[in-house]
Nanobody, 123 residues
Framework: QVELVESGGGLVQAGGSLRLSCTAS????????VGWFRQAPGKDRIFVAA???????TYADSVKGRFTISRDNTKGTVDLQMSSLKPEDTAVYYC?????????????????WGQGTQVTVSS
């Protein structure tokens, strides 16, 4: 399994921005789909965005137009740029990876997960 590490979380006011990064230890994200998910207290883990190795992307409706997922091949990361943040975006954000080109939104179909990074948006 791939070891994933998320970074970049923190506390931000509503309307602000944060950039999360996901790094794979010991390997790259080639031939894989990388997804970002989030889990608020007491709620299920839900899909946020995904990118595959052809750089196709997909987003949850709740974040379209505000979040952007991208690869940084120089740094070997998959980043999630979050703008116009809302208090309801508050959650622990996780990155996950699965082999292949197909982008899926179901958490159970991803093979490896990071430990998560907290994002808190104050009103």
């Amino acid at each position: 399994q791939v070891e994933l590490v998320e970074s970049g979380g923190g506390l931000v006011q509503a309307g602000g921005s944060l950039r999360l990064s996901c790094t794979a230890s010991g390997r790259t994200f080639s031939n894989s789909c990388v997804g970002w998910f989030r889990q608020a207290p007491g709620k299920d883990r839900i899909f946020v965005a995904a990118i595959n190795f052809n750089d196709y992307t997909t987003y949850a409706d709740s974040v379209k137009g505000r979040f952007t997922i991208s690869r940084d091949n120089t740094k070997g990361t998959v980043d999630l740029q979050m703008s116009s943040l809302k208090p309801e975006d508050t959650a622990v954000y996780y990155c996950a990876v699965r082999q292949g080109t197909m982008m899926v939104v179901t958490p159970a179909l991803y093979n490896s997960w990071g430990q998560g990074t907290q994002v808190t948006v104050s009103s």
